[in-house]
């Protein structure tokens, strides 16, 4: 199994709602990313996961957490959000936690919209 | 700040020919530069990875080359095929994460 699953494909929500994006991989990797990717423009990285931990947080608002339950699994908690959010978010992860030194293998992504 | 740049957004070719795109970088140098396509509404898929000591790297129809000399990766697609119509993101290490240019939009015309 050389995939990473993301749920929902698609996402609607208010500004008051929460909700959250989930993503899966069995393929053994320790680093497990999220980014946000706004139309016509590159994947935007937001947190790192290395063995489990959060290891980089580039300075997201506090309305995204993210939380990592157990090595396969990947969660995005999203609270009060901005239509300004509406992005693609796409989970990725790696072998390797240095992720630079190799592929990154990313999933098909949540198109989440903000009303 | 450290930056990735594809500087041209759309490239467009005819079939059978050499699509060939370019990255830079620029304030820092990264050990190593990646290359992925992404679809419409998808995510990336990786493609390939080379070394800043590496010259060259291939598979199949594709060709990636660094040159730190110059700070540039260039990607060929050699006998490209409709197929090839898609974006390609240039990835470039910065610290313990990979960040990407903004991607070039090829169009194979048959």
């Known amino acids: 199994d050389t995939e990473v699953t993301q749920t929902p494909k698609h996402l609607v929500m208010g500004m008051t709602n929460k909700k959250s994006l989930k993503c899966e991989q069995h393929?053994?990797?320790?680093?497990m990313y999220w980014y946000k990717q706004k139309a016509k423009k590159p994947p935007e990285l937001m947190f790192v996961?290395?063995?489990?931990?959060?290891?980089i947080n580039e300075s997201v608002p506090s309305r995204f957490s993210p939380e990592c339950p157990n090595s396969s699994l990947l969660n995005l908690h999203l609270h009060a959000l901005q239509p300004e959010d509406s992005a693609l978010y796409l989970c990725?992860?790696?072998?390797?936690?240095?992720?630079?030194?190799?592929?990154?293998?990313f999933g098909s992504g949540t198109q989440l919209s903000v009303l | 700040s450290q930056k990735i740049e594809q500087n041209s957004e759309a490239l467009n070719i005819q079939e059978g020919k050499t699509a060939t795109l370019t990255c830079n970088y620029t304030n820092y140098s990264p050990a190593y530069l990646q290359w992925y396509r992404q679809d419409p509404g998808r995510g990336p898929v990786f493609l390939l990875l080379i070394r800043e000591n590496e010259k060259e790297k291939r598979k199949e129809r594709l060709k990636v080359t660094f040159d730190t000399t110059l700070k540039q990766s260039l990607f060929h697609i050699t006998a490209s095929q409709p197929a090839d119509s898609a974006t390609y993101l240039c990835g470039g290490q910065a610290g313990t994460a990979l960040i990407f240019g903004k991607g070039t939009t090829l169009s194979v015309s048959s």
């Open positions: 990725a992860s790696s072998q390797d936690p240095k992720a630079a030194r190799e592929k990154l293998f």
């Open positions: 393929m053994g990797h320790r680093a």
């Open positions: 996961y290395s063995y489990e931990k959060l290891s």
